[in-house]
């Protein structure tokens, strides 16, 4: 797994990925911030005012995106000159395979979340918010992180089937519709991306209650388990589709 993981991390060196994980959560940030900067008159609840902004573009589209472009990047040498054929030949376990991607596409996400906190901080400096940072924003990105990797785990069983590089990046963007009707049907707990909205406090920065955590995490896990079992069984059991 470690040397799964490892071969991973390589094949991403020299890659143009990290322009993409800086660049989209700073366009996201400065239309939220900009958004938030003209409306000030109506928004009055400073620092949860701004990250509802910014984080209505981050976590509703620029993040749902990203993780699916990164998702097709760590699969697209695979699709490359029929490269799948020596990668399912490898001593290597179908299983190591696949987690060794969702790992990696994780860590790359956490780093975007640690750096979109960041953004924000620095954000609401310069617009002038004086009053006391809200804690809460940590717990957002870490359950939006944790709601990504279930999108993520969706994403690489797609992006592995799926020779196309676009073509999975536009079933995330329409997934991204599909789960906001979910979320406002109260039925967000049953979809990855609505997790997402739940998660990231999106549309909303009430505190979920115990028992709401305790389900959130709970899909999660289910969703992160399915997602991934689903994909191993298939490649284990279908060649990859290579045209």
């Known amino acids: 797994m470690k040397k799964s993981i490892s071969a991973e991390w390589l094949k991403l060196r020299h890659s143009r990925i990290g322009l993409i994980l800086i660049v989209m959560p700073i366009l996201s940030l400065l239309i939220g911030s900009a958004n938030y900067y003209f409306n000030q008159g109506a928004l009055q609840h400073g620092w949860y005012s701004l990250w509802v902004q910014i984080s209505l573009f981050y976590g509703e589209f620029f993040l749902p995106l990203l993780i699916a472009i990164c998702c097709a990047y760590v699969c697209r040498l695979e699709h490359l000159n029929r490269n799948w054929n020596v990668v399912m030949t490898a001593p290597v376990s179908v299983a190591s ?10 860590v790359l996400i956490f780093i975007v979340q640690v750096f979109f906190i960041i953004l924000y901080f620095v954000a609401g400096q310069l617009l002038g918010l004086s009053s006391t940072f809200p804690i809460e924003a940590f717990g957002w990105s870490l359950r939006g992180w944790i709601a990504s990797i279930s999108i993520a785990a969706m994403q690489l069983g797609l992006s592995i089937r799926i020779r196309s590089f676009a073509a999975p990046i536009g079933i995330s963007l329409s997934a991204v519709f599909l789960g906001l009707g979910m979320y406002v049907t109260n039925m967000g707990m049953f979809f990855p991306y609505s997790l997402l909205t739940i998660g990231i406090g999106a549309l909303s920065q009430e505190s979920l209650t115990g028992v709401e955590n305790s389900l959130f995490l709970i899909m999660n896990l289910i969703f992160i388990s399915a997602f991934s079992s689903f994909a191993i069984y298939r490649l284990q059991k279908n060649d990859v589709i290579q045209t």
């Open 97 to 106: 395979l696949f987690l060794a991607k969702l790992a990696v596409v994780s």
